[in-house]
C-alpha cells in the first residue's frame, strides 16, 4: 500500500511505564496499517512531550488532555482517523465518549468500561454517529483461535457439550501493589479498575475468545470470586460454573494469584465428534481430537488452515509468531474496515474480523454477572 | 519375604470379561504381597470355574456364590486372609458387609457403596469388628502423588489458596452401552452403578486424590452434572465449584464425553509461594513452581524424594512406571498392615499410606453432595 | 492358561543388589508366563541361598555355581524349561554355553556376548542342539514401538531415507564407581564389561531398536568414541555416522555423561512420505507425521493397532504401561514359542517377535564394528 | 530515540516473492532502529518501482542495479548509513563488495558467501575500510540463546563434553523445486546457491547457534552429505561428528527431508555440572539441567535473565515473542554499534552482540569442510 493509504491515528495514555501503550504502537506500524502522529500520553503534559518525541511527533499534536485533543484533532483537515485508548479502565468510558461525540472512531483496550451502561452507551453512541470502534481482546488476533473458530463452525466437531477456559497467572501472588508495582497498583485499585480485578482483567479474555471460538452466548453463570491478597479490595482469583444458550456446559478459572503461571490462557472446546485446545502460551499450534483418529497437532504455517486463519499468519511454519503479530491483526483488520468505510463503502463490523464494540458490551455485562452472582452466594444469574 | 508370609486372599467378582479384577490380581502378587486362592468370580457358577482354572486355584475354593465363600472361608484353618471385592458398585455394600461379619478384612474397589447409610454402616462394621478394610483408589498409590502430599505437607508450597482437579474421559462420548459394551452398560445402569456414573466413576478419584495431596477437607461444593449421551439416565459430565475448610476455593471438572481424552486425570495445587501439578498419564514427573524460582520438573527414580514417594519407587528415573505399579502399591500397603495386624500388633490405619474405609465413606459423601447440591440447582451444600 | 502350562526356569545372576535380576523374575510372572522354580544368584552361596529363600525356592534347587546347575538341571526330570542369564556381559557367554551344552534353552541380557566370535559360537549351538535362546533387549517390547515397525514395513512411511537414534543417560556423569555404585563398577571394568562400556551397553539398544523397527541392516559405520570420566578406561560417550542398506543415512548418540538424561532412548525414522518418532521415556505414545497432513499422536490402548501392537498391549489408554510391561512382552513370545516347541511343533523364532540369538549377534558385531572404526579414526567399516 | 537519530537503509533484493526481504523490513522498524529510504529491489526494474511504491520510498531511490545504488547513495549527503543484501547466497559477495568499496556498512543475509576466499576477502574489506558488516545468524537474536550464552560463560554447566546441534526441515522431502516453488528453485540450484543447499542454508545456523552460545570453535569435522531428491545436484540432508578444541565431541543434523518437522533448530549443550537445552520452536524457554537438581524450566519474561538476554526482552512471561523479534534483536545491535560509529566511537563488533562479518568467515569455513570431508569419505578435516 502506498504511503497516502496508511491511516493517521491518536493515542490517549501510553506514556513512560505504560505497557500496553508499546503493544499498541508496535500493533498499528507492524504491517503498516497505521501512523501515529498525535497523543496525550499522560495526565502530565511534559511526560506527554518526552513519549511524543520519542516516537518524532510534531509538538503541535501533542495535547495536555484527551478532551483538547479530541476537539483540535476532530478540526484538523488531517486530523486522526482513529484514536487509541490504552489509559486505566475507569477511564475508557469518558475517553472514547468524548471522541465518538467528535465523529472519531475509536480503538479501546478491554474492558471497555467498568459498568454495563457506559458500555451500551459507548455502543449506541458508536452506531447513532456511524462509527467503528474496536476492542483490542488480542487473544482472537492469534490465526489458530480463528482456525479454531472456522473449525467449530464448519461443524466438524459436532454439537458442542462442553467448553472449558482457564486463565491462570501469578504475578499478584504476592502483594506486589505495595512494593512499586504500577501495573499492580491500578488494577488493585478500584477507583481506577471499577469493581472488579481479576475477573474484568482476564477472566473477560476466557469469555471473549471462548465465545469467539464457539460462536456461542453464555446463558448464564454461577461464579465464585475470591480475595487471596491481604487487603486487596477487588477479586485476585475467580471460579464460575457456567451454561451456554445450546445447553452446552463448562467452567472457567482466572487467578492472578497462581504461582507457576505466566499468562496461560487455555481453551478447550469439546463436542459431540471432536475437540480442540489452543494455549495461548504455545499459540502456533492447535490440538484437534475426533473420535476413531488419532490426536492431531495442527501448526500454524505447516497445516492447511481457512482463509480467515491463513490470512492472518505472515511467516512459514515453526518460524514463531506470538502476542505482537496478534494484536497486529487486530489492528489490521479494524484498520481495513475503517479504510473501506472512508472510501464509503458500507461497513458491516461483523463482515471484518475484529472484536467490535458490541464484543465489549458483551464482556463488561459478563463481568458485572459474575460479580452479581458471586454477591449472591453463587446463584445462577442468566445473562439476558 | 518367605513364602510363609505372604497373604492369601479370596475374590468377589473379576470374571471373564471384568477389567478391574485382572489389575487386582496383577496388583497384589506384583511384589509378591498376596496371593490369591479362592474366587467367587462371577454369578454364572461355569464362569467361576472357568476363571479359577486359568488361576491354577483349587476347585474346593471356588465359590457359587460370595455368602457361601465368606462362611466357608471364615471356616478353614487356611482360610483367607481378605477378599477383594471388584463387583458392580451396588454390590459393594453387601459382599463387604457378608465378609466384616464373618470376620474377614476387606479390599474394595471404589465407590464404597452406592449410598453414604451403607458406607457409614461399613465403615462401623469395620472398626466394630477390628479388621481392615483397603479402598483402592489407586492414584494416590503412584510415587509423584505421595512426594506432592509431602512437599503440601511440609508448607514448601505455603498455605493452599486454590485447587483445581479435572478427569476427563471420551469413552462414552457415543452410546457405546447400546453398542455391546459391557463396562458402559453397567456405569450407565442406575440399578448397577446407583445414582452416580461420572460422578461416581471417576469425580470420586478428584476428590480422593486432592484430599490425598493437600489434606483439605471439602467444606461446601456447587456442583453442576449434565447428561448429553441421549437417553442415558445417569450423568456423563460434571463441574462443581469447590470450597476448602482452609479458605481455598478451587473447581473439579469430570467427564465421559471429553473426546480427546483417555483418562486424563490432572491435579493442581497453588499456594503462597509455590505449586504443584500432577497429570495420570504422565505419571512419573511432578511440575513444581516456586515464586522467584524456574520451574522445576521433579522426576521419579532420578530426583530425590521424601521417604514415603521414594519407597514406592521399583526402577531407576527415566524407566516409566505405570498404573499396575501404582495398584500394586496399593496393595503393598495394605498387605502390610494386615501382616502388621496378624502378628498382634495395633494397627492405625493413617500409618499404613493406604486408602482406608473412611476414606470410602468421604467419597461417597462427595457423591451424594454433588447430586443434591446439582438437583438444586447447584446450591452450596456444606459437607459436614 | 492351567498351571501345568506354566513354564519352570531358574536364573544365573540376580542375587542381593542386582538390578535387572528382578526386572526378569516380574517379567516371567507378569501374566503367568514362567515360574522360577531354581537358580544360582551369586558365586556366595550364601547370597544365592537367601535369594532362594525370598523367592520361596526349594533348597536343593539352589545351586553352588552356574555348572552344578546346568548340569542338574538337565537330569531332573521336572528340570527347568529355560534358564534367565543376568550375570555382568562378560559371563554370558560361558554360562549361556553351559546351559546349551546341557539341552537349556535361555534367555539372556543384552548384550549378548563381548566378543563377536564368542557370539557366533552361540548362535550356531543353539542352531546345533535345537534350542531357543532370546535376548532381553527390552524395547522391542513397547506396544508403540511393535506398531512403528509395523507402520515401516506396510510402507506408510515410504521409503526410509533417514533414522536418528539417541541414547543418553547422565549417571556416569559424576566418578561414581569410585563411590561405590555397584552397577558403575561392573560397567567401567573391562573385566566384566568386556571392550566397551556405553557403546555395549545402551548403544547396541539404538542399534537394535532402529533395526527392529526399520527392518534395515547398517551397511557401514563411522564412529567417535570418547572417555570423559577421568580414569576410565571404556568409553562413556559415542558419536556414528551410519549408512544402512537401501541408501537411508543417520547419526545415533549414546551417552553417559549427559546431564539431565535418565534414560533417553529415542528413535525417529523419516521416509518419503511420513515419518514417526517414538520416546522411550514417553512410550505410550508414538508421534507420525505425514506430508500434507497435521502431525498426529498415536496413543496406546486408544487408537487402532496393528495386531502384533496390540496383542501387547494390557491397560485401555491413558492408563501408563511402562518398562515391565514391556520386558515381560519379551518373555511372553519368548515362553510362547517355547511352550510351542514344547508342544512338539517347528518354532522359527522370527514368528514369535522375541529378540533371538541372530540379533545378539547382530548387536555384538555393531559394538565391535563401533570399537574398531574409532580406533581407526572415525573411518567407515563395513558390517558385512 | 528521536526521528533525527534513526539510521537510514536501502536493500538489495526483497523484491515481490521474497520471503527474508520483509522479515529484514519488519526487522529493521521493529524498535524504530532503521528506516528504509533506498533500494535495488530486483534485476526488474519495474519490480523495484513496485516494491519502493508500496514501501513508499522516493523514485529517485530506487535504482535500476547494486552498483548505480552502491555510487549514488555514496555520494548523496543524505546517502544510507548502510545496505541489506538479500540476494541469493552467490550474490551476497559482489553486492557486499561493491557496498564496502564505497565505504557503505553492510549487513547481509546468511550464508556469508559460497567460497571461502569471498568470505575472507569481505572481512578485509570490512576492516580495511573501517565499516561495519553484520551477517544475520537470526537465532542468536533469540534472548533464551543469549541467556544460554551467558550461562556456559559463567561455568555454571562446567566444562563442556558433549554438544548435539540439529536442524531438520521437511520442505524439500518432494521435488518442489519443479513445481513452482521459487525458494526451492534458487535453493537447489548451484548457480544460485553455491556447492552447498542443506548445509549452506541450515547446516550453517548449528554451527553459529552452538558457536554463539558454547563460545567454542570447531577444531575438526567428519560429514556425511546427502542428495535424497531425485535429480538434485545440491545436499538435502547431512550428518556430521564434530570435536571442539576443548575436547568436547559432538554430532550435527540438518536435513530438508525431514517429514514432520518445519524449522527444527535444537541445540543441546552438556558439560560436567550441567546441560540446556534450546528449541528454536518453542524459543521462550531454556531447558536447564544439574546434577542433583530437579530439571528447571527457564521463561522468558518469567525468570531472572542475565543482561544481555533480559536487554533483547519487550514483553512480560507468558506473552510469546518469536522469529521477528529475534531479527530485531540482531538489527538492534547492529544499529546500535553503527549509531555509536556514527559518533565517533570506537566500534568493536565483539561488544555488540550482533554476528559479525568473521562470523560469516567461519560460517562459510564450515560449510567448505563440511562439503570437502563428504567428498574424502566423511575424512576428518580440520577448520584451521
Not at 29 to 40: L, P, R
Not at 89 to 96: D, G, I, S
Amino acid at each position: 500500500m502506498s504511503n497516502k493509504k496508511v491511516l493517521k491515528y491518536g493515542m490517549v495514555g501510553g506514556g513512560p511505564g505504560s505497557f500496553i501503550g508499546g503493544v499498541h504502537r508496535k500493533a498499528a506500524k507492524f504491517d503498516g496499517e497505521a501512523k501515529i502522529v498525535s497523543g496525550a500520553f499522560s495526565r502530565t503534559y511534559e511526560k506527554t512531550l518526552q513519549t511524543g518525541n520519542k516516537l518524532g511527533l510534531e509538538e503541535d499534536r501533542l495535547y495536555k488532555n484527551y478532551k483538547e485533543m479530541a476537539k483540535k484533532e476532530a478540526s484538523r483537515a488531517d486530523g486522526i482517523d482513529f484514536v487509541a485508548i490504552v489509559v486505566p479502565n475507569k477511564f475508557h468510558y469518558p475517553v472514547a465518549k468524548e471522541f465518538l461525540n467528535q465523529g472519531i472512531n475509536v480503538i479501546c483496550d478491554k474492558p471497555l468500561t467498568v459498568t454495563l451502561d457506559e458500555a451500551k452507551e459507548l455502543e449506541e453512541l458508536t452506531r447513532k454517529n456511524g462509527l467503528l470502534f474496536g476492542v483490542t481482546y488480542v487473544y482472537s488476533g492469534y490465526p489458530m483461535v480463528k482456525q479454531a473458530r472456522e473449525l467449530v463452525q464448519s461443524g466438524e466437531l459436532g454439537e458442542i457439550r462442553v467448553i472449558q477456559g482457564e486463565y491462570p497467572q501469578e504475578w499478584l501472588a504476592e502483594p506486589v501493589e505495595k512494593e512499586g508495582n504500577k501495573q499492580a497498583e491500578w488494577r488493585t485499585d478500584p477507583g481506577l479498575s471499577g469493581s472488579a480485578n481479576c475477573v474484568g482483567d482476564i477472566g473477560t479474555h476466557i469469555e471473549n475468545t471462548v465465545a469467539y471460538i464457539s460462536n456461542l452466548k453464555i446463558e448464564s453463570l454461577a461464579a465464585n470470586l475470591s480475595i487471596f491478597g491481604k487487603g486487596r479490595e477487588l477479586d485476585d482469583n475467580a471460579e464460575m460454573l457456567v451454561k451456554f444458550e445450546n445447553g452446552a456446559t463448562g467452567s472457567f478459572w482466572c487467578s492472578q494469584v497462581a504461582v507457576g503461571h505466566d499468562n496461560g490462557l487455555k481453551v478447550r472446546v469439546y463436542g459431540t465428534k471432536g475437540s480442540l485446545v489452543w494455549k495461548q502460551e504455545d499459540p502456533n499450534y492447535l490440538e484437534l481430537s475426533y473420535l476413531h483418529k488419532p490426536k492431531e497437532i495442527l501448526s500454524r504455517g505447516r497445516d492447511e488452515l481457512q482463509p480467515t486463519a491463513a490470512d492472518a499468519v505472515r511467516l512459514p511454519g515453526g518460524h514463531p509468531e506470538g502476542f505482537y503479530e496478534a494484536f497486529s491483526n487486530i489492528y489490521a483488520n479494524f484498520t481495513t474496515a475503517l479504510k473501506d468505510k472512508k472510501q464509503g463503502k458500507k461497513v458491516d463490523p461483523d463482515h471484518y474480523d475484529y472484536p467490535d464494540v458490541s464484543e465489549g458490551v458483551q464482556g463488561v455485562q459478563f463481568i458485572e454477572t459474575c460479580l452479581e452472582s458471586s454477591d449472591q452466594n453463587s446463584k445462577w444469574i442468566d445473562l439476558n
